[in-house]
């Protein structure tokens, strides 16, 4: 496909069409943090995300920009379409997926998490629920619960009418609301709750572990087949907290743990020897965790020690 760079030179000697490229990329890198975090909470995954924008880039460049009269609005349409076509083909790639399937973990700035809304989307519990939507599902209420799009606006980025596009959105709301959460957290009960599952993990006691976790906690872990990982989620404080300490009197010494900023909630950043083992994210609700995410598998590390910026 011929880029804009291409289209402004056959056009010889119009300085106008000439300014295009840099107009186009001028709009594209102004909206570029807000097209990279629609297509990562439709697809979990940075690295498809990062070839979802250059797909969004390509064919924006071919855009007869004149006519654009909301570049924004344009540029969201673009991406989220090309999401969803790499979702399905995502959906058909995790059924043979080995073990539990988790978000890409991201390393993220303190912005994000002062932006509430933005890091409940972005948070790796909001993630997983996304994940039990449809592609069509999760496209709407990501442009409509995160990004505040109008319903004329979504049904032309996915491909139905207005009313359809209502419909779909209360549906997903629902599904949502079932699964997500049950409350905000204040950040000083998130510190607090964060900071004594530190203290446990750190020091391997199991009482302490027992304490700050939900009777009712999940535990997943996502080593890809590349890396030893629980081979299917752990429910119930007793059973979780006695896996973690085992694996810890296991590794002793030999592991440590930097408290990081993922997703837009707190996390660990796991080291084994002084390499990455992994990234922890955590839920935590009513000061106590109710769900423990470990990310292992290399594959999806890349980005855990520099910031990924996004935005709404």
Request: aromatic share 6%; charged share 25%.
């Amino acid at each position: 496909m011929a880029s804009v760079a291409d289209n402004a030179e056959g056009h010889g000697g119009d300085t106008s069409e000439k300014a295009r490229p840099d107009l186009a990329t001028q709009a594209f890198v102004a909206h570029r943090n807000l097209l990279f975090t629609v297509a990562y909470e439709m697809l979990g995954s940075a690295a498809d995300a990062e070839d979802v924008l250059q797909e969004t880039w390509l064919r924006w460049a071919d855009v007869d920009h004149a006519t654009v009269l909301d570049q924004r609005a344009y540029l969201v349409k673009i991406t989220t379409r090309q999401a969803l076509m790499r979702l399905r083909t995502l959906g058909r790639r995790k059924e043979s997926y080995v073990g539990p399937w988790l978000p890409e973990p991201l390393l993220t700035a303190p912005d994000v998490a002062e932006d509430v809304e933005l890091a409940d989307s972005v948070s790796m519990a909001m993630l997983l629920v996304l994940e039990t939507l449809t592609p069509t599902e999760r496209a709407v209420f990501v442009l409509r619960e995160v990004f505040d799009l109008d319903y004329n606006e979504i049904a032309e980025a996915v491909g139905k009418s207005s009313a359809a596009v209502r419909q779909i959105a209360h549906r997903a709301r629902s599904h949502v609301a079932a699964r997500r959460p049950r409350g905000a957290v204040s950040p000083a009960e998130t510190r607090g709750a964060f900071e004594a599952f530190q203290r446990a993990v750190q020091t391997g006691d199991l009482q302490s572990l027992l304490d700050i976790l939900a009777p009712d906690v999940v535990a997943l872990s996502d080593g890809g087949g590349i890396k030893q990982a629980l081979p299917r989620p752990i429910v119930g404080a007793d059973k979780v907290a006695r896996v973690f300490t085992a694996g810890l009197n296991k590794v002793g010494a030999a592991m440590s743990f930097e408290p990081v900023q993922v997703n837009g909630g707190p996390a660990l950043l796991v080291r084994l020897d002084g390499e990455i083992d992994g990234v922890m994210a955590m839920r935590i609700e009513d000061g106590l965790i109710t769900g423990l995410y470990y990310v292992r598998n290399p594959e999806k590390l890349s980005r855990v020690e520099r910031e990924t910026a996004m935005g709404r």
